[in-house]
């Protein structure tokens, strides 16, 4: 019998080419890995038991691939696929590698790179939707500014809807069975990014042609760099029917993108995170878009990869306890107890309702005065997470 902590195919744990691939670069230092190709992550990936790999266009085919190359560069990736099982969840566009996008992609002040972006962008959805790919993700790691001199934040969303509508209606023309998962960032590699965090996305996708075909990929790191609680944001997209993908990974608040392991700093959080995931029934891809520390070699990437699920799993089991714990449930029973008595003041408006409640009387000295048991809730939660229970 496997461990409990083996991922398993319906798991759904996913790991982009670009985090095992990850070759050590940071601003301060040159590449500490060997590169692996596409073909060795596949097989990398497969060895510590993923479900699936994601990819940007040019992690698979560079820029500057004939189409020879990449006709062969495709063929060796299938094969890989065929060989291993893993399938391609996910793809998404490179718009901020190469230096074209230096003042952006969709939102560029130069209509011709604004061009070439679509260009670039559906020829990458052409490449993942012949590799399976259901989901297509955004993130406009160049898409805003150091200065506000340069680009007015207003055309830089009518630029980025304009950009948006156009592929909506390609994928819709070309009968792909994809929807759009955009993803937030506040700022890093630009000083400052549009659609900043995942609520600024879920605002902005409402104002989309297509609104049903966009949802959003709320990363960890990102939404904790605003300093922002990872879960709320996840739970308002869920709740919006929103939640179509999602980057797992961690991070200290206030800090660059560290991308870190997934549950390596804020475990509690993760574990929340997790609970939710597993208690709500999210069927989507559980995505590490995470890489190993700069120290590691490809041994420690591995160790990278296997951490992420393996804690994964382990908080999953850790949620199923808190579920069944009779003393945390019996909590929460008491801290959700309602005695009716509000019942017909609470709901939808209406006059009579209004009058009602406008007339009643409430005792709220001695409602201010109940203790909430939180505390105990929590420690229960913190032992709980600590294996003493
Ligand atoms: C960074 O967090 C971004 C890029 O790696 C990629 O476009 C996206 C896919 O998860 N995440
Ligand atoms: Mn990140
Ligand atoms: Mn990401």
């Known amino acids: 019998m496997p461990s409990p902590y083996t991922p398993q195919p319906h798991h759904r744990f996913t790991f982009g080419l670009w985090t095992v691939g990850n070759i050590g670069r940071d601003p301060f230092g040159e590449p500490v890995r060997a590169p692996l190709s596409p073909v060795q992550i596949v097989h990398l990936l497969a060895e510590v038991g993923a479900y699936g790999v994601?990819?940007?266009?040019?992690?698979?085919?560079?820029?500057?691939?004939?189409?020879?190359?990449?006709?062969?560069?495709?063929?060796?990736?299938?094969?890989?696929?065929?060989?291993t099982g893993l399938v391609v969840p996910m793809a998404t566009t490179n718009l901020f590698s190469h230096p074209v996008f230096k003042d952006g992609a969709f939102t560029s002040n130069d209509p011709r790179v604004r061009a070439f972006a679509l260009q670039k962008t559906m020829r990458a959805i052409d490449l993942g939707a012949a590799l399976g790919a259901q989901i297509y993700v955004f993130w406009g790691g160049r898409e805003g500014v150091e200065t506000d001199a340069a680009k007015d934040p207003v055309l830089a969303i009518h630029r980025t809807r304009e950009a948006m509508n156009f592929l909506c209606e390609y994928v819709l023309d070309q009968g792909y069975d994809l929807r759009f998962a955009l993803e937030a960032k506040p700022n890093e590699p630009r000083a400052d990014i549009y659609n900043a965090t995942t609520g600024h996305m879920l605002a902005f996708i409402a104002t989309l042609d297509h609104p049903e075909m966009v949802g959003v990929n709320p990363e960890v790191a990102h939404e904790h760099m605003a300093g922002l609680n990872f879960l709320h944001n996840v739970a308002q997209a869920w709740e919006a029917g929103k939640l179509f993908h999602i980057d797992l990974n961690d991070q200290a608040f206030g800090r660059y993108d560290q991308d870190f392991r997934f549950g390596a700093v804020n475990l509690k959080a993760a574990f929340f995170l997790v609970k939710f995931l597993e208690d709500v029934?999210?069927?989507?891809?559980?995505?590490?878009?995470?890489?190993?520390?700069?120290?590691?070699?490809?041994?420690?990437?591995?160790?990278?990869?296997?951490?992420?699920?393996?804690?994964?799993?382990?908080?999953?089991?850790?949620a199923a306890a808190w579920n069944a714990d009779p003393e945390i449930q019996a909590l929460l029973a008491e801290i959700h107890q309602d005695d009716g008595s509000a019942a017909p003041f609470l709901g939808a408006y209406n006059r009579a309702r209004a009058d009602d409640l406008k007339a009643a009387t409430f005792d709220y000295q001695a409602l201010a005065a109940r203790g909430l048991r939180y505390e105990r809730l929590d420690q229960l939660t913190i032992e709980l997470l600590l294996g003493v229970r």
């Open 281 to 318: 029934g999210y069927a989507g891809s559980r995505h590490f878009d995470a890489h190993a520390y700069r120290s590691e070699d490809e041994a420690g990437v591995k160790d990278f990869a296997r951490g992420c699920m393996r804690t994964y799993l382990i908080l999953k089991e850790k």
């Open 54 to 83: 994601n990819l940007h266009d040019n992690d698979l085919v560079p820029i500057d691939a004939t189409p020879g190359q990449r006709d062969r560069i495709v063929a060796a990736f299938r094969q890989a696929l065929a060989e």
